[in-house]
């Protein structure tokens, strides 16, 4: 079956880094995204990781590794505003994304 | 990235009848567009996928004489939900995907509907 693992939630400090892992299993691979949702809005496009390593851009960086089936999102310099549920979405053999439920980051002052 | 628009942002309906919803792509030909559907503090759930001038293939569970799908042109999908219950409140996202391109879906700011 296909199935993504994150924490529920994770509270960090302003100013901050933070680590959000993602463990998958999907039937094929081609790759995968990371998104940023706050409540009552729809998801917008972070990451996407197709090949093994970290991609960097600017306070957000992504890293794959498709052996082991993990990727994690760091988010760096942490603002009030990052604030928000950050989901990792593998895309499968089809190009269709897996979703979970997401990892609802909360930043305090 | 694209550009993609829903209408309405927002709708409340009475029990019994239906609301189109509308996701247009202002810059990009989307060849397919995906329908999601997200309830409170869950993942989003894909509803149905649409290639631009073909019928809608529905995932398990989704009613297709339901929630009726219109992919007519490449900038234009619709949903519409027929004789809306309560349970059918949520909010609704729709995304786009261009030919050649799979590794780009875009997302559009989605529609929240309340059925009273």
């Known amino acids: 079956g296909q199935n993504i693992d994150q924490p529920t939630e994770m509270t960090a400090t302003e100013g901050a880094i933070v680590q959000i892992n993602c463990t998958y299993q999907t039937s094929g691979f081609n790759g995968l995204f990371w998104y940023q949702q706050h409540a009552g809005e729809a998801p917008t496009f972070l990451s996407y990781n197709v090949l093994d390593g970290l991609e960097e851009k600017g306070r957000f960086s992504s890293f794959l590794s498709r052996s082991k089936g993990y990727s994690y999102l760091l988010l760096k310099e942490l603002q009030m505003k990052d604030s928000a549920s950050y989901l990792c979405a593998p895309l499968d053999s089809n190009y269709q994304l897996i979703w979970g439920a997401g990892t609802k980051l909360i930043i305090k002052p | 990235g694209a550009v993609v628009s829903q209408h309405p942002s927002w709708v409340i309906c009475k029990s019994g009848t239906s609301v189109k919803i509308e996701c247009r792509s202002l810059d990009f030909q989307a060849t397919t567009m995906f329908w999601y559907r997200q309830f409170p503090k869950q993942s989003l759930m894909l509803m149905a996928t649409?290639?631009?001038?073909?019928?809608?293939?529905?995932e398990q569970g989704v009613e297709k004489d339901k929630f009726l799908i219109n992919h007519a042109s490449l900038t234009l999908s619709t949903l519409t939900v027929t004789s809306a219950h309560p349970e059918d409140s949520s909010f609704y996202i729709c995304?786009?995907?261009?030919?050649?391109?799979?590794?780009?879906?875009?997302f559009g700011p989605g529609t929240r509907l309340t059925v009273t």
């Open positions: 995304s786009v995907r261009t030919s050649g391109r799979a590794y780009e879906q875009y």
């Open positions: 649409s290639n631009e001038g073909s019928k809608a293939t529905y």
